[in-house]
């Protein structure tokens, strides 16, 4: 029995780092779950997404015949209104959509730069 006194400290050992490793993975090493990933993937997907469709908006934007009019309604606007009058507008609404999208609204709010005007 004493040549295997290692065992004992082994078992101890390995339940330790078993339990101990994870921890610090989670909490300092940046692991993250399936779960957190994937919503940060969508989240980011998304964000590009409406990145990209800004030039769209500020195209529709520039050629709608009513431009002046919208601009002045929208330059009128604060807050919230801004968003909800933007989207009334049509010009943040995804090309084969039937609604706006509000995330769109707000890029493009920022990139007409209204308060400059």
Do not use: H
Not at 66 to 74: D, I, P, V
Not at 79 to 98: E, L, Q, V, Y
Request: aromatic letters at 8%.
């Amino acid at each position: 029995m004493n040549n295997f006194k290692w065992i004992k400290p082994g078992i101890y050992g390995f339940v330790v780092g078993a339990i101990t490793v994870p921890i610090i993975g989670f909490s300092w090493g940046g692991w993250i779950r399936t779960g957190t990933a994937d919503k940060a993937a969508i989240a980011f997907a998304n964000g590009e997404v409406t990145r990209s469709m800004v030039p769209v908006c500020l195209e529709m934007a520039a050629s709608d015949p009513q431009r002046l009019a919208k601009l002045t309604g929208l330059q009128a606007a604060e807050g919230f209104t801004r968003r909800n009058a933007m989207m009334a507008t049509g010009w943040a609404t995804i090309p084969g959509s039937d609604t706006p999208d509000r995330k769109l609204a707000d890029a493009c709010i920022e990139r007409l730069d209204l308060d400059a005007s």
